[in-house]
């Protein structure tokens, strides 16, 4: 009854229960975990620099790197988010006072586009503007009342975003001052051999800073430069549109084309010819290099998987976690990869 197989299950049994139940306590705060940690992976590096040139007193190294985790990331980011919010309750209000009226702007296209092109449309069944008035007009509602629904609830909410935000910044500071240390224990409770936990975390480590310092700085490089064309052209709510084009530069192939060119051909439908090319030329000239010259630099090749996989991950993390599947989803198709890699080659060296 008391042999040691069966004290060996009865104790895994106990030790899957007990990590459950501890994964289940912390799941209310997954959010301030989640980003307490990969803020830490990304800024452990500098944490390592200015602890040997503080003489190794790894309080006051920890501290500096949160004080600067916190002025550089955290704060301007709460601003952007609080401004973003309030711009989208403008917004959505606009649209349910007739403001702003997408089905109008799209009955402005359809007359200046000529008719051999209409008859085209119409005959392809494209070209039913009532449905497709209604359609846009819906979509930008939905859209619009969505943000106003999350400011209203940020705003309900204030205590329990406090609390996250402060357990985030207190489990940061000890995963900057005593990750090294958790990051062996756990590795050395991986059953795993040492070459195999050496690659995957390897892999976790090199995915997560390059996706946040890479396709997110990435993203929030061309989402500015959109918002600030738009504010040039005098398009309004410039901001918003900004971090709409930020967030689909996160998808590769289509990224922020998907409301600068739109924008553009309405310019040039409507006799606004000037602003249109202007459009054109920066959305091209700009915002579109901008990913070919900076994602290398800051990516690097070596970590970058193939665009069709980032971006069926990156939607499946984003329908999955909400806003944390923009790094989960990148994570985990890339630990996918590198597992199937570790195992194809292990039997490649059993075979032989």
């Known amino acids: 009854m008391n042999s040691p197989e069966l004290q060996q299950k009865a104790f895994l049994l106990l030790l899957i229960v007990i990590s459950l139940a501890f994964g289940w306590i912390l799941l209310p705060f997954f959010g301030a975990i989640f980003w307490g940690s990969v803020l830490a992976i990304i800024f452990v590096p500098f944490y390592r620099w200015l602890l040997e040139r503080l003489g190794q007193r790894q309080n006051l190294a920890a501290l500096t790197t949160l004080l600067l985790c916190l002025i550089m990331v955290i704060l301007p980011f709460t601003l952007i988010t609080a401004s973003l919010l309030q ?30 092109i209409v008859k085209f449309l119409d005959n392809a069944g494209l070209a039913r503007i009532s449905e497709l008035k209604d359609t846009l007009s819906n979509i ?10 999350e400011a209203l609830q940020m705003g309900q909410n204030t205590f329990e975003f406090v609390v996250s935000f402060g357990i985030m910044l207190y489990l940061l500071f000890f995963l900057l001052r005593d990750g090294t240390l958790l990051s ?10 040492p070459e195999h936990k050496r690659n995957l975390f390897g892999k976790f480590t090199t995915v997560v800073r390059a ?34 084009m930020a967030f689909l530069s996160l998808l ?51 970590t970058r ?19 944390n599947g923009f790094v989960i989803g990148p994570v985990i198709a890339a630990l996918f990869i590198a597992a199937w890699d570790l195992f194809s080659t292990t039997r490649e060296r059993l075979n032989d």
Do not use: C, H
Request: charge should be neutral.
């Open 252 to 302: 590769p192939a289509i990224g922020a084309a998907l409301i600068w060119a739109p924008v553009a051909i309405y310019f040039l439908l409507t006799g606004a010819i000037w602003q249109g090319i202007t459009l054109i030329a920066f959305g091209v000239l700009v915002i579109g290099m901008v990913d070919n010259v900076l994602r290398p630099i800051l990516v690097g090749q070596d």
């Open 305 to 323: 998987m193939p665009d069709y996989v980032v971006l069926i991950s990156t939607l499946g993390g984003m329908v999955l976690f909400g806003l």
């Open 184 to 193: 062996a224990k756990i590795k050395q409770a991986i059953p795993l051999r």
């Open 140 to 149: 930008a509602l939905q859209g619009s009342q969505r943000l106003a629904e």
């Open 87 to 116: 711009e989208g309750v403008v917004f959505y209000q606009r649209i349910r006072s007739g403001e702003l009226n997408f089905g109008a702007y799209f009955e402005q296209v359809m007359s200046a586009l000529p008719p051999w």
């Open 211 to 244: 996706t946040v310092k890479g396709n997110i700085a990435v993203a929030a490089i061309q989402g500015t430069l959109g918002g600030v064309i738009f504010s040039f052209l005098g398009i309004q709510g410039a901001l918003l549109w900004g971090f709409v």
